[in-house]
């Protein structure tokens, strides 16, 4: 819901910087690999209880998550450089909490498992989504340049990092945070179902 607004103001600075590295010869791919990295040391923090320093962390992978766009833009992006950056953001987005239900599972097991489940399925409707559009040639600028559709939602990656800091800022709170974002995110899910419905349905 966040996502178009705060890429408005963010994008500039972004493209600037990513102008910089290309000249410097850093690869798209790279950064995105870099990002993972860090995303993962804020997972490993946050299952060893240094939250703060988790949050530090994920501020600054997810700061690779959009310089590798815009490096991308400034050189020659491919197609492998999308899918990677699909799959490692993936990969991201389920390491947070799989990192808290480890740091305390008495606490954190069920909130965190329903709340990988709300991913799994927010996801797949992402994806899926993604490829019957591809399938019938529709494109959209609504998210700037991509690698494939985006569909908008209530629950995208501004509004899910802004529910991980919060996290690591009120770690006692992550059960009934947790559970309100997995319903948020399956709220979602169900919206783009309801598009999918209006969009791709063929009556006979």
């Given at each position: ?5 705060v ?9 600037r ?7 410097r ?5 790279t ?19 240094f ?35 699909i ?10 909490p799989?990192?808290?239900?480890v ?7 069920l ?22 559009a ?44 947790a ?11 169900v ?6 419905r ?7």
């Amino acid at each position: 819901m966040l996502d178009g607004a705060v890429r408005r103001q963010l994008d500039p600075l972004l493209d600037r910087l990513g102008a910089a590295l290309v000249k410097r010869g850093v690869k798209a791919d790279t950064i995105t690999f870099f990002g993972l990295g860090l995303g993962l040391a804020a997972a490993g923090l946050i299952a060893y209880r240094f939250y703060l320093a988790g949050a530090v962390m994920i501020l600054l992978s997810r700061l690779c998550d959009g310089l590798d766009g815009a490096v991308a833009r400034a050189s020659h992006g491919t197609d492998f450089g999308g899918f990677l950056d699909i799959v490692l953001d993936f990969a991201f987005y389920g390491a947070i909490p799989l990192a808290f239900i480890v740091a305390d599972p008495a606490a954190n097991a069920l909130a965190g498992a329903f709340l990988l489940f709300s991913f799994y399925v927010n996801g797949s409707s992402f994806l899926a989504y993604s490829i019957m559009a591809e399938k019938r040639a529709m494109t959209t600028s609504v998210r700037g340049a991509k690698s494939l559709y985006f569909t908008t939602g209530l629950a995208e990656a501004t509004e899910t990092i802004v529910v991980f800091l919060a996290f690591c800022l009120f770690p006692g709170w992550f059960p009934p945070l947790a559970a309100v974002f997995a319903v948020v995110c399956l709220y979602t899910a169900v919206s783009r179902i309801v598009l999918a419905r209006l969009s791709f349905f063929d009556p006979q």
